[in-house]
């Protein structure tokens, strides 16, 4: 069954437990979050399979723990498990609303402990410098695409997703608007290096996305993560370094001040 273009997995068209899933999902405004979720509701769909279990009328607490005990046992990360039994407790709870359920199997799991503090590798000044002496180096897409997400603090999505008509003027500044986390909108003032970067990557080109490929196709995460690795690896950056990695850079947060729409 669909939501949007959202797929999960059915056993057949009476499959309670993919349309109540589907429907769990398509709750959330956020494109990133019903991505997420669908993809880990689909791996707990496939475990029950695995196991003989119907997600609805078979699973009980102690097939939840197993799950999670069967996680940490193939090596995963505590967030990565604690994100997992999340989306799961969110599911059930809401087959509870609905009465497709009369009591939530995950409610009580124990889940591990994650630490409080970021795990993500940042980049010093030092090395957000060198990145960034390479970035301008490289020009076009590169400069505008690092400029963005390690001066304006712009979340991979955010950067990836705008449009050349996003591009404006408030309260004397130029900005950028973005819809961010938890779909609310914001206009981002660029910093002086960014709009110039950005000028410089747009070219004569007055429609479409902000970050283009030479074909006018968008410029996706996944091509955004490769440019940051090429320039961390030409900055002599040896740790591994993705978009988000920029966001915990020396300064971003101040950076990403924003402008209230008029």
């Known amino acids: 069954m669909t939501a949007s273009t959202l797929i999960l997995p059915v056993a057949g068209e009476q499959d309670l437990a993919s349309w109540a899933a589907v429907a769990f999902v398509a709750g ?13 509701l689909r791996l707990w769909f496939d475990w029950c399979e695995h196991h003989h279990l119907e997600p609805l009328a078979d ?15 193939r090596g995963l990360a505590a967030a990565t498990i604690a994100l997992k ?10 087959c509870v609303e609905e009465q497709l359920l009369e009591h939530s199997p995950a409610v009580h799991v124990r889940r591990p402990k994650v630490s409080q503090e970021s795990t993500r590798l940042g980049l010093d000044r030092s090395e957000l410098g060198a990145f960034l002496v390479q970035a301008g180096l490289s020009g076009g897409n590169d400069h505008a695409l690092a400029c963005l997400l390690a001066l304006n603090a712009l979340r991979v999505s955010e950067a990836c997703g705008a449009e050349l008509s996003d ?3 408030a309260n004397g500044h130029r900005v950028v608007r973005i819809v961010g986390k938890g779909n ?8 002086p290096r960014t709009s110039r970067a950005i000028d410089a990557a747009v070219g004569e080109r007055t429609d479409g996305p902000l970050l283009a490929r030479a074909d006018g196709s968008r410029l996706d995460r996944h091509a955004a993560g490769r440019i940051v690795r090429r320039l961390a690896k030409r900055a002599g950056i040896d740790k591994p370094i993705s978009p988000p990695s920029l966001r915990h850079a020396a300064f971003p947060r101040r950076a990403r001040r924003r402008v209230q729409p008029a």
Request: hydrophobic fraction near 40%; avoid cysteine; charged fraction near 15%.
């Open 85 to 94: 039994l999340v989306v799961l407790t969110g599911f059930n709870r809401y």
């Open 59 to 73: 699973v009980r607490r102690p097939h939840v723990e197993f799950y999670a005990r069967d996680l940490e046992a």
């Open 28 to 40: 959330y405004s956020s494109t990133g979050t019903r991505q997420a979720y669908t993809t880990q």
């Open 167 to 169: 591009l404006a003027l």
């Open 184 to 191: 609310q909108p914001a206009l981002i003032p660029l910093a």
